[in-house]
C-alpha cells in the first residue's frame, strides 16, 4: 500500500510537475532505479508529453505570445509618440517599422490561433459519441455507480450541449 502511494505521488511529480527521476528519487527517498522502472513500466514519458502538447496548453500558449507582441507593440508605440513629442523624427520612423512587424506578427498569430481552434474544435456529435461510449461501459461494468451518476450525467450532457451547440 506504501509504495501504491510513493507511485501515485511520483507520477504526479513526473507527469503534472515535469520533475525528473532523481529530483522525485530524492523527494520520496526511494532510488532513482525504482522511478525509472515506473516511468518505463506505466509509460509516464508518453503521458507527460501528451499534457504538454495537449491543445489546451497548445493554444494557452498562442495566446501568451500574442499578448507578448501586443505588449511590446504598445510599449513602442509610447517610445514612438515620446520622440515625436521630442521632435525626433528618425527615431519615430525607426520605432513605427518595428510596429508594423510587430502588427504583421500579431496578425499572423491569430491566423493561427484561428487555424487552431478550427482543427481542434470537437463537434457536439463526436464528444456524445464518446460519453455514450463512457457512460455504456460504467452502465455494463458497474451498474450501480452508473445509477448514482444518472443525474450528473444528464446535467453534464446538458452543459456541453450548451457550450458546443
Not at 86 to 110: E, F, M
Not at 131 to 154: E, V, W
Amino acid at each position: 500500500m506504501a509504495k501504491e502511494k510513493e507511485r501515485e505521488l511520483a507520477r504526479k511529480m513526473y507527469v503534472d510537475q515535469g520533475k525528473d527521476a532523481r529530483e522525485i528519487a530524492r523527494m520520496l527517498r526511494i532510488t532513482e532505479k525504482t522511478v525509472g522502472a515506473w516511468v518505463a513500466k506505466y509509460k509516464w514519458k508518453s503521458h507527460r508529453e501528451a499534457l504538454l502538447n495537449s491543445s489546451t496548453e497548445r493554444l494557452e500558449n498562442i495566446h501568451k505570445v500574442i499578448s507578448d507582441i501586443t505588449t511590446d507593440r504598445l510599449r513602442l508605440k509610447k517610445q514612438s509618440t515620446d520622440a515625436s513629442l521630442s521632435g525626433d523624427l528618425d527615431t519615430v520612423r525607426d520605432i513605427n517599422k518595428l510596429i508594423v512587424g510587430l502588427d504583421d506578427a500579431i496578425a499572423k498569430w491569430n491566423k493561427a490561433l484561428t487555424s487552431f481552434e478550427k482543427e481542434n474544435r470537437i463537434s457536439l456529435s463526436q464528444y456524445l459519441e464518446v460519453m455514450d461510449s463512457i457512460f455504456d461501459a460504467l452502465k455494463r461494468d458497474h451498474p450501480g455507480l452508473y445509477m448514482d451518476t444518472l443525474d450528473f450525467q444528464q446535467g453534464h450532457i446538458e452543459s456541453i450541449s450548451m457550450k458546443l451547440g
